[in-house]
């Protein structure tokens, strides 16, 4: 079978930006006639994005363990591979994970192997305007390397902000303005199709595209884009994996002094309405604590859970998967304890 011209969108956005929600709302409104697809890239070796996006209408694969640098090559053409050749979709979208470089990945969809085969569209960037005054994000390359890459950027959660924080996006925009198609504010998920199709300045011949990153813009937060990301993948990852009493998996990752940890259960992982509040309040309080997203069962509901600094997300789960949920932090300091206050929320034992 001969596979030309299927469109391709990179959906980008640092942790919580709500990645997931737009694209939920993108599958709802496939176009008749077209078949899409979705390829998920995450930082932790769970894989919950293609938990919570798995519908019987839509190919949905799952690349995890990405590296924060860039998704390793060899699995991102893989998984890439596999998914054109199984579902044969008319358009991809990409999911790169919340603290990646999506340059990288538009590499190697520019790779001459897949000329003619994708045909690469406007790449999309969600931002959570509130993080604009947490130095955490303004200061890790990730975040403005997602913004300066995308085409159209997505000022998403708009139905949470003030004044303020809408003035404070349009202040910030300015800047990127003249390199994008698309500005915007977007509320749960909300999102015009034709963005999809907008121009990209990413040509679709590799040797035309150079990445020189002149970006004379100035961000205002002393942000140095003068990182060049070897990607020799020889950066300190470190993996482990332990198995715990009741069928529970533990997956744990160091990659760039960020930690995640991971938990995968054959049955369900369960805990009531008061100790997932008291978890709640220790996650928040806890200074590295960048986010929380899982499928668990609070008192006996099944639940797709997303918390982050910034705010909780408790919604029913239609997902069949077994009970899975990841914790990502940006240092050690003090995680040690949140990690057993974590496991004993759920009752999970060594």
């Known amino acids: 079978m001969s596979y030309k011209g299927i469109k391709v969108n990179i959906i980008t956005g640092f942790l919580g930006a709500g990645k997931t929600t737009l ?9 008749d006639g077209e078949s899409w697809a979705v390829l998920v890239n995450e930082f932790g070796e769970v894989g919950i994005d293609g938990a919570l996006l798995e519908t019987e209408q839509v190919a949905i694969k799952q690349v995890p363990g990405g590296c924060l640098c860039c998704v390793s090559s060899a699995a991102f053409s893989v998984g890439l591979n596999e998914l054109i050749k199984q ?24 790779a001459d192997h897949y000329q003619g085969v994708l045909d690469i569209r406007a790449s999309i960037c969600l931002m959570d305007v509130r993080n604009l005054s947490d130095p955490r994000y303004l200061g890790h390359p990730a975040f403005f390397d997602q913004i300066e890459q995308a085409d159209v950027l997505l000022a998403s959660k708009a139905d949470t902000y003030d004044e303020k924080d809408e003035e404070g996006f349009v202040t910030f925009a300015k800047q990127f303005a003249d390199a994008k198609s698309v500005v915007a504010l977007s509320a749960q998920g909300s999102f015009d199709l034709s963005w999809l199709d907008l121009h990209t300045k990413h040509r679709t011949h590799s040797h035309d595209h150079d990445h020189d990153h002149d970006h004379d813009h100035d961000h205002d937060h002393d942000h140095d884009h ?11 990852i470190n993996k482990v994996q332990t198995a ?11 990659d760039q002094n960020l930690l995640s940890v991971g938990w995968l259960s054959e049955g369900a992982l369960s805990a009531t309405d008061d100790r997932f509040n008291q978890l709640v309040s220790v996650l928040t309080d806890c200074d590295s604590f960048w986010r929380f997203k899982g499928v668990v069962e609070i008192d006996g509901r099944v639940m797709n859970i997303n ?44």
Do not use: W
């Not at 990182?227 to 020889?234: I, R």
């Open 87 to 110: 579902a044969a979709p008319s358009r991809i979208l990409i999911e790169p994970t919340g603290i990646g470089h999506p340059q990288q990945i538009m590499q190697q969809l520019l």
């Open 244 to 254: 715990l009493r009741g069928g529970v998996m533990r997956y744990q990752k160091v």
């Open 307 to 350: 918390i982050t600094s910034k705010e909780i997300h408790v919604s029913p789960s239609d997902s069949s998967l077994t009970s899975r949920f990841e914790c990502i932090f940006s240092d050690f300091d003090g995680v040690s304890e949140v990690l057993k206050t974590i496991e004993n929320t759920f009752r999970i034992y060594e």
């Open 226 to 236: 003068d990182h060049d990301h070897d990607h020799d993948h020889d950066h300190g």
């Open 23 to 31: 694209i939920k709302q993108l599958l709802k409104q496939v176009p």
